[in-house]
């Protein structure tokens, strides 16, 4: 199943814009609280309508406004999950999942298929209380597919969950697209999970939808600087560009000299742009290598999260400091505990550069 998405609308002093489609994958709509993730999903189901727009599913119009159509939630046969799952309390499992299957259809049959596919079998007695957490956002996994929708909307349905429950449910999301053929927008503010679900990528700020494309397309070739800011990128330098060749150009970081690819749109020397580095982009040398975009500098802060370590690194001469990200392993076998000085290589086809804004 296939949505396609055009809409508008105004909302108080917040305007929100957006366009975006897909088709049997998962497309993750990322950014912080307020962004305009959720009114995405809400307009897709049909609980908030657009000012001006269309809405397609499965290539069959839901939403128009120049054709004053708008189909009811019930008539646009998609699944929608919220954060607080919405399961009724006082109704067993079973009777949760037989809520949403359409009439004429052998509900405890279709109640039996849907929870042997979620690993639930047997629990269709239980009332929702006596279930962990994880097993109730499998109940509500499978109280929208209930409907026979190929089309599942989620709306941050694993942030209430531990980190071992998540990983566990991203997991089994995707087990659930591959067989079943879905179509799912999965709302989250979680950069890991984001990277770790998305199959295309569309970034929010205030309302507008900034970027939209391949996951990793998005995140180590953002749009703009405030992309590469919401994405997670750590090293943003303002610069300028000094010289260019047919293969790449020459950029000025606070008297620091880069080289870097040739962008898809012209730079001129005396261009002012922005400078963008994934810190896990960035390698350490032990050696005293020379070349373009090697040079020396020194661990001045440092921080272990778990498996990874994140550096802060004073060049010896000037530019700004550089932040470097290293598993645990290569971190023990470099030996960086025990050392300061290193050579950094920022590699050409890493460091990706934008207009300045």
Request: net charge neutral; glycine share 10%; hydrophobic share 45%.
């Amino acid at each position: 199943m296939s949505v396609r998405f055009s809409a508008t609308r105004r909302l108080g002093a917040f305007t929100y814009m957006a366009e975006l489609d897909a088709d049997r994958e998962i497309v993750v709509l990322f950014g912080h609280s307020g962004a305009g993730k959720s009114i995405t999903l809400q307009m897709i189901a049909g609980l908030l309508r657009p000012d001006v727009g269309r809405i397609e599913i499965d290539g069959l119009p839901v939403f128009d406004s120049a054709a004053n159509l708008n189909l009811p939630p019930q008539e646009r046969g998609v699944g929608y999950v919220v954060q607080d799952l919405a399961l009724f309390r006082h109704m067993t499992v079973g009777e949760n999942v037989a809520f949403g299957i359409p009439a004429g259809r052998d509900k405890a049959a279709r109640v039996g298929e849907l929870l042997a596919l979620l690993g639930l079998s047997g629990f269709e007695g239980r009332k929702p209380r006596t279930l962990s957490g994880g097993q109730q956002q499998r109940v509500a996994l499978a109280r929208a597919l209930a409907r026979e929708a190929r089309l599942l909307l989620l709306d941050e349905p694993f942030s209430a969950l531990d980190d071992s429950l998540r990983s566990g449910l991203r997991r089994e999301l995707l087990r659930l697209k591959d067989e079943l053929g879905l179509t799912i927008l999965f709302v989250t503010h979680d950069l890991r999970e984001a990277h770790l679900l998305a199959g295309r990528l569309a970034v929010f700020d205030e309302g507008q939808l900034l970027q939209f494309g391949p996951r990793d397309d998005v995140f180590r070739r953002p749009r703009n600087r405030r992309v590469g800011e919401l994405t997670g990128v750590t090293n943003i330098w303002r610069g300028s560009v000094t010289a260019t060749n047919e293969q790449s150009m020459t950029l000025d970081v606070g008297g620091m000299e880069l080289h870097a690819p040739i962008p898809g749109e012209a730079m001129s020397p005396g261009t002012a742009v922005d400078i963008l580095v994934r810190a896990e982009r960035i390698n350490l040398r032990r050696d005293h290598a020379t070349g373009a975009n090697i040079l020396r500098a020194a661990i001045v802060e440092e921080f272990a999260y778990g498996a990874t370590h994140t550096l802060r690194l004073q060049p010896g001469g000037p530019g700004p400091v550089l932040e470097v990200e290293i598993a645990s392993r290569p971190y023990e076998v470099l030996g960086v505990a025990g050392r300061k000085s290193w050579s950094v290589e920022l590699p050409l086809e890493d460091i990706h550069v934008v207009p300045a804004t």
